[in-house]
């Protein structure tokens, strides 16, 4: 005997719910997509807003640094320019010496010596070379260097013998002082 399906509307709800089960899946998948989209394009631009505030941070930074290089230049300069004044303050407060110490030199240096070199060395020690016609000489020439304002210390290198120049009765002297200026100078 034949089938005979009494009941086809059964099969027909069976296609009707796989056609809507399909629709269903399909939106589905197209709203998970726009979602996953959404969600996408979200988080792009809150990357890119972020991005934009790190670069924002980044010239601001950059800026700051700039600013600190010329700040340490400034102070490399300031410290240059004292340096500078501090040299020439020495040199103005030095200088009054120098005048005073050449006129004490002028001063006490008898007749009968011939200087042939005074050199300086470290602006405070004086090495005196030169020829006495006698050895009294030399020994005034001597207490009157230890007596004068600015020179002190003032003492014969070696064993005080003097040396006898080429028979000409003239003697060669060497002499070792200070420059010594005043306690009040020394403040000023």
Same mark, same amino acid.
Not at 45 to 50: A, L, P, R
Not at 79 to 102: G, K, N
Not at 134 to 141: F, G, I, M, S
């Given at each position: ?25 399909? #939106? ?35 800026? #700051? ?13 300031? @410290? ?26 002028? $001063? ?8 042939? $070199? ?29 007596? @004068?304002?600015?020179?002190?210390? @003032?003492? #014969? ?6 040396? $006898?120049?080429?028979? @000409? ?18 403040? $000023?």
């Amino acid at each position: 005997m034949r089938r005979i399906n009494l009941l086809p509307w059964r099969e027909e709800r069976r296609e009707k719910r796989q056609k809507d089960f399909q629709i269903h899946l399909g #939106l589905t998948v197209i709203l998970a997509g726009v979602v996953a989209a959404g969600i996408h394009f979200y988080m792009d631009s809150k990357i890119n807003h972020q991005n934009q505030r790190n670069a924002y941070l980044k010239g601001v930074i950059n800026d #700051l640094d700039r600013q600190i290089q010329t700040i340490d230049d400034l102070r490399d300069k300031k @410290a240059e320019l004292v340096a500078r004044m501090r040299v020439i303050e020495d040199l103005q407060s030095t200088r009054p010496t120098v005048v005073h110490f050449t006129r004490s030199m002028v $001063e006490t240096l008898p007749d009968g010596i011939q200087l042939t $070199e005074l050199s300086v060395n470290n602006d405070e020690h004086i090495s005196i070379h030169g020829y006495a016609d006698a050895q009294a000489r030399v020994a005034d020439y001597l207490r009157a260097l230890n007596r @004068a304002e600015y020179v002190g210390q @003032a003492s #014969l290198v070696g064993s005080g013998i003097l040396a $006898e120049a080429n028979g @000409a009765g003239r003697y060669a002297f060497t002499i070792n002082a200070r420059i010594t200026p005043p306690d009040n100078e020394q403040d $000023e």
